[in-house]
């Protein structure tokens, strides 16, 4: 169900705005605290959909809560299964825009893939989400929406069960990494992403740690070091060349910032460390990038850099004008990096009968001119 024009939904906010809300309401100031920690506790450690249940919550209080508030997250438009077990949802929000989510299983872990944006900043030539052009910025609670949306459908609350279980890790918790590889530049909705980043890394709420919430962007450089100070998740650069003519073409913000300032800021990043390694992503576009003297240059580029470096077989989208890397040279590469002391795995296509795989991300949604969007209003 998508969220209702008239009520705004808790779900995304922190602490403090929940305390207003409550403020509004008439709660006494000297019970903010304790119904602070109830709301939290209901919202994002067993996932409630409804007041109701909230059974610590005076009968009340809870109807006046159902009056102007909801628990609501985005609209399931389609959700589609991966002959590997990758989940995509296009989901539809309160202004009827549209973003994608995808959920990778795997043995012992499972990943969501979110997004920040609807569309996208940017323009990177190999990414389909690239063709679709900036709508608008998600708002924390549409980037914490989809997670609890993911956490709805794969039974990832304590107690739940799966509709579907096949294809599901083992264990209590199925998604236990969170990645910003979604549509859209993370750092270009720098507050809106580092506010749900601190919901999700709240030890009592959806409690997943930093370093296993990954920022990947493509290089917003003034952005980076601020990132490191004021989130501190783990981080990824969109690298995808070794020369700035090529990556100039591939990822068109290099121009503003060049491969040599986005390296002396991956270097300065706070935190930076063996035990917190930048993650390099390069994709393998046949005879563009994946020779064996760009690998070479890659790894002398990286120099003194704790890094990991992931290798991704190129998605193929409708008319894109690139073409993956034969796997023969996909190895050669990789054994340049990996003599050179990198970890590179080579990133397993996943989803991508679905669109889902890494690069492919792209929904309907198109951007109003200012008189239409008035005009909805």
């Known amino acids: 169900m998508g969220v209702a024009p008239s009520k705004e939904t808790l779900v995304g906010l922190s602490r403090p705005e929940l305390a207003e809300k409550l403020a509004a309401l008439g709660v006494p100031e000297r019970q903010h605290r304790m119904r ?30 159902a009056e102007h508030f909801a628990l609501t997250r985005p609209e399931i438009v389609t959700e589609q299964v991966s002959v590997d077990g990758t989940r995509k949802w296009l989901l539809r929000l309160h202004d009827g825009k549209e973003i994608e989510t995808v959920y990778i299983p795997e043995e012992g872990r499972g990943t969501l893939c979110i997004s920040s ?46 509709d579907d279980p096949s294809g599901l890790p083992q ?23 580092r506010d749900a980043c601190a919901i999700v890394s709240d030890g009592e709420g959806l409690s997943i740690s930093k370093r296993r919430i990954t920022l990947s962007t493509s290089g917003i450089v003034p952005e980076i070091p601020r990132w490191g100070e004021e989130a501190g998740t783990m981080l990824a650069i969109s690298l995808h060349a070794v020369r700035d003519e090529l990556r100039n073409e591939l990822v068109p913000i290099n121009r503003k910032w060049p491969i040599k300032d986005l390296l002396d800021a991956c270097r300065n990043y706070p935190g930076l460390s063996n035990a917190k390694r930048i ?95 008035l005009a909805s209003a």
């Not at 940017?122 to 549409?142: D, I, K, P, Y």
């Not at 264990?171 to 992403?193: A, C, H, Q, S």
């Open 117 to 162: 944006q609807i569309g996208c900043t940017l323009t990177c030539s190999f990414c389909h989400t690239g063709t679709q052009r900036l709508v608008r910025n998600l708002t924390a609670s549409e980037i914490i929406g989809q997670i609890m949306l993911a956490r709805d459908r794969i039974g990832d609350w304590p107690g739940a069960v799966p």
């Open 36 to 65: 602070v920690a109830q709301l939290w506790s209901w919202i994002y450690v067993r996932g409630a959909t409804d007041f109701d249940i909230m059974t610590d919550i005076a009968k009340e209080l809870r109807g006046q809560l």
């Open 279 to 373: 993650t390099f992503e390069y994709v393998m576009l046949k005879g563009l990038n994946d020779s064996v003297e760009d690998a070479k240059a890659l790894v002398r580029l990286l120099a003194k850099i704790p890094a990991k470096i992931n290798l991704i077989p190129f998605n193929p989208w409708p008319g894109s004008p690139y073409e993956c890397s034969d796997w023969e040279q996909i190895e050669k590469f990789a054994e340049v990096v990996n003599r050179a002391g990198y970890a590179s795995p080579v990133r397993s296509p996943r989803g991508r009968d679905i669109m889902a795989a890494c690069g492919q991300l792209k929904s309907a949604s198109i951007k109003q001119r200012a008189s239409q969007r």
């Open 171 to 193: 264990g209590d918790r199925k998604i236990t990494n969170v990645v910003l590889m979604g549509m859209g530049e993370p750092l270009y909705n720098f507050d809106n992403v």
